[in-house]
């Protein structure tokens, strides 16, 4: 089986009422395209890390009243888990699709980040393409486009970083729902290389 994209109909999952109705379609209708996205990707990134890299769905297994308002596949170099080491996504609110870097709040290397992005705003400022965001809360879809973006905006990012337990941050692409290149498998997958290979100079900074 092959990785086909995303629909209209994947997106709209996210307007299922309730938690376990939600979860039922989520369940059924995202979750094999994410499990086979991320088997797909993984031996990619393995070869673009230089070290073995492994997926993780999401199962939302805390949630016991509000339905999930995302979903994802995330990829790290442990096959325990990822929350604690930065990584890679792929996954989807209502109105988009996001593929990204992220250090959430439960990492160590947050501080090791955030002294890079301190140090070498210039540099960050020039690699991140103008079209990527940043995100300083993976609970909330919006975010900032890097062409937005200033050094002293970074320094910023880079301070609470630092000095905030729960703070994290994320970098990278997003697109609309309504998007063609959604439903194209072959296309899709060549964006979230490309992708991957822009945001590696971010992730070989969290180290």
């Not at 031996?43 to 339905?67: M, T």
């Not at 992220?102 to 290397?109: D, H, L, R, T």
């Not at 103008?130 to 879809?141: G, K, L, N």
Request: aromatic share 10%; glycine share 4%; net charge neutral.
């Amino acid at each position: 089986m092959s990785f086909t994209g995303f629909t209209k109909q994947d997106f709209d999952v996210f307007h299922v009422p309730g938690l376990q109705q939600r979860m039922e379609a989520l369940i059924a209708n995202i979750r094999p395209k994410l499990d086979l996205l991320g088997t797909e990707i993984a031996p990619f990134l393995s070869a673009l890390c230089g070290e073995e890299i492994y997926p993780h769905v999401a199962k939302h297994a805390r949630r016991k009243v509000n339905p999930p308002k995302d979903t994802w596949v995330a990829w790290g170099t442990s096959k325990r888990g990822y929350k604690a080491l930065p990584h890679f996504q792929v996954g989807m609110f209502e109105s988009h699709l996001f593929i990204i870097f992220a250090v959430i709040y439960e990492s160590p290397n947050k501080l090791q980040f955030a002294k890079k992005l301190q140090a070498q705003t210039t540099i960050i400022n020039k690699l991140v393409p103008q079209q990527f965001y940043w995100s300083m809360d993976h609970m909330d879809p919006s975010g900032t486009l890097h062409s937005d973006v200033k050094s002293a905006d970074l320094k910023a990012m880079a301070h609470k970083l630092s000095t905030v337990k729960k703070a994290e941050i994320m970098c990278g692409l997003r697109i609309d729902n309504d998007d063609p290149i959604l439903q194209n498998g072959e296309e899709l997958l060549a964006l979230i290389h490309t992708t991957f290979e822009q945001l590696l100079p971010l992730y070989k900074m969290s180290f």
